[in-house]
Every structure is written in C-alpha cells, then in structure tokens.
C-alpha cells in the first residue's frame, strides 16, 4: 500500500531564511513523488516532481526536493524564504501498478513567512 | 485562457437541491478526476474516468454521480445536496502513463 505523511501541519519562518518541509513515504513500487502548492483562495499548482531520473529535483520558485530512497523521504527546500512563498504545500505519491496510479495526498504543511 | 475550467467558481444551495458542477479541459488529457478538500483532511477522491466509456468510484463516491460527456467534459452531480457536502471541490486531468495532474481553480460549494 502507499502512504505519505508530512511530518508539519504548520512551519514558520523568516523572509530570507531557508525552508524545509518534511515529507516521508511508504509504496510497494517504485514511487513517483510531487509536491503541490496551494495559495490562499487558489487552485493547485504542481511545484516539481520525482519519477526515478535524478534523485535531486529541481522545481519552480525556487524549491528543490532531495529523494532519499534509504529514508523513504523527498524533503522540500527552499535557500531563502520570500514572503510570496506563504501558502499550503502537499506531497503526493502515485500509488499503484503499471497506469492506473492515483495520487495519495499528504494532509498539507502550512508555511507562513515572516516579514 | 486556463487549460482547465470549473464552473460555477462558487455556490450556495440548500438542502435537498441537485447541483451539477462542470469542469473542461483543453490539455488534450484523457484521465480527468474529481475531488473534494476540507480543511485538516487534504484531498479526498470522488471520481475518475480514464476515458469517455470509463468512470470508477474513488474513497468519498456516496452521495456523488458524474458524468463523463466528451473526452474534454466531466460533470459532478449533488443529486440531494447536504450540509456536510460543503467543500472546495476540484477538477483534474492528466495524461495517459504520467503521473501528474493538472488542477482546475476550484468551485467552493456551499451547502445550508
């Protein structure tokens, strides 16, 4: 079965400081892992993605994800907060075989940056 | 102009009513799902159709119809709307063997 968990309903940090939203896993198969964001009274917006190439991704805005097969873990970061950066952040596995994969969403960390 | 739209954008209805929510799509995507959001719970999956002639029930269906009218056309029907029916309801499409999928804005629904 597939899960994912994300360890922080909320994080706050200072404008300019680095981010870091938590996120593990858990699949029987070899996993494809996003992350979405949500702002305020918006849709969903896909930030980046991991789908077995490399394990570093790099997504927009700025945000990048490490895929740590060992931890069952694909972190979020981000080097310098900006204030536009406040939203709801989700990671999401594709849970399944072969094509007919569903997303499995985490419950959502919220970021809050400070000015 | 968006690649996938939803309308109405928000509603409010009361008890008892049906309500048809719409949601195109010109991504040329063949999957296309609907689910529900309420605040602590994430997304929950209401329905998804893998083409024109496929519809299957996700986690939340009871209480929920679709249907899938055009590759392009996938409509969620309230047939008696409830108060605990209130939610931000999304559409969704992706395209066949990838896993991400592309989000319409969202229609807040309203139910009293």
């Known amino acids: 079965a597939q899960s994912v968990t994300q360890l922080d309903s909320h994080v706050s940090v200072s404008e300019g400081t680095p981010v870091l939203l938590r996120c593990n896993y858990s699949s029987s198969y070899s996993p494809s892992l996003f992350w979405y964001v949500q702002h305020p009274n918006k849709g969903l917006q896909l930030l980046l993605k991991?789908?077995?190439?490399a394990t570093l991704v790099k997504g927009i805005n700025g945000f990048e994800a490490e895929f740590k097969k060992s931890e069952t873990s694909f972190h979020l970061t981000k080097p310098s907060a900006h204030m536009s950066d406040a939203a709801e952040y989700f990671c999401?596995?594709?849970?399944?075989?072969?094509?007919?994969?569903?997303?499995?969403w985490g419950l959502g960390t919220s970021l809050a940056v400070n000015p | 102009d968006a690649d996938v739209t939803q309308t109405p954008r928000n509603r409010i209805t009361k008890t008892g009513k049906r309500i048809m929510l719409e949601c195109s799509q010109t991504k040329g995507h063949d999957r296309m799902y609907w689910y529900r959001q309420d605040p602590g719970l994430g997304l929950r999956l209401i329905y998804y159709s893998f083409d024109v002639k496929d519809i299957n029930k996700g986690e939340i269906s009871d209480g929920y119809s679709v249907s899938r009218q055009a590759q392009a056309k996938f409509s969620l029907s309230l047939e008696s709307a409830i108060p605990n029916q209130t939610a931000l309801y999304f559409c969704a499409t992706s395209d066949y063997g990838r896993g991400e999928q592309y989000f319409g804005p969202g229609t807040r629904l309203t139910v009293t």
């Open positions: 991991y789908t077995s190439a």
């Open positions: 999401v596995v594709s849970g399944g075989a072969g094509n007919n994969r569903k997303l499995i």
